[in-house]
């Protein structure tokens, strides 16, 4: 998860929880939610703690580094206004994404009349 990545590059670095969010201009107990998987940082936040820690955000947010992922795709799936529906599909069976992206159909389809 998010927190465990976050916590080992930190350590890695020999740096405090206070270290890292006076870096990052932010409290202490602001960063130490991310690191316990209480809270989720925003796009732009995640941007700098990856180029704090020089590592991807792709990094941050799965363990790998795919280097093929834009800022602009994260930036997307990160927004708020469509983050809950990211979330939502990820944990959605099979068959709930396959009717959902059948209704998404009918709504593309109405919109080009």
């Given at each position: ?21 006076k ?58 206004k ?21 209704i ?10």
């Open positions: 998860m998010l927190g465990d990545r976050l916590k080992k590059l930190r350590n890695s670095k020999g740096w405090t929880q206070e270290d890292v969010a870096k990052l201009g932010m409290s202490r107990g602001t960063y130490a939610h991310y690191e316990i998987n209480k809270r989720q940082p925003d796009y732009e936040t995640l941007k700098t703690i990856s180029t704090l820690y020089e590592v991807s955000i792709d990094f941050l947010l799965t363990g790998e580094d795919q280097q093929g992922s834009s800022d602009e795709m994260w930036k997307e799936i990160l927004d708020p469509t983050q809950i529906f990211f979330k939502d599909l990820m944990s959605a069976p099979e068959e709930k994404i396959a009717e959902l992206i059948k998404w159909e009918i709504i593309k389809d109405r919109d080009r009349k």
